[in-house]
């Protein structure tokens, strides 16, 4: 199962950014998703999650800064990040909350200071 994550980019310290996952084999509806981060020598790790009823939950380092939503008609999963830092620069990727399915290349975020 291919997901693919895009809206990546390079920001300043403070600026924007929009990411949203596709599929065109997974009805994002009808599954929990998450977005995960991976940043250079590090694990990856989940961001945030939200659950088919909407329930979304974020890591305490960019609660109050990220937010996971769903696009049912484009069938995509986004992820608005406000106030970006330095520290939140990796790579993003959308799954599952258990990571059930192919990674894929993710989508690279660059935040400059």
């Known amino acids: 199962v291919q997901l693919q994550a895009f809206g990546g980019g390079s920001v300043r310290a403070g600026e924007s950014l929009r990411l949203s996952c596709t599929s065109s084999?997974?009805?994002?509806?009808?599954?929990?998703m998450s977005w995960f981060r991976q940043a250079p020598g590090k694990q990856r790790e989940s961001v945030a999650s939200?659950?088919?009823?909407?329930?979304?939950v974020y890591a305490d380092a960019v609660q109050g800064r990220f937010t996971i939503s769903r696009d049912y008609f484009k069938n995509t999963v986004n992820l608005e990040m406000v106030g970006l830092k330095p520290e939140d620069t990796a790579v993003y990727y959308c799954?599952?909350?258990?990571?059930?399915?192919?990674w894929g290349q993710g989508t690279l975020v660059t935040v400059s200071s």
């Open positions: 939200i659950t088919v009823g909407g329930t979304a």
């Open positions: 799954n599952s909350p258990v990571g059930e399915w192919d």
């Open positions: 084999e997974v009805k994002f509806n009808v599954n929990d």
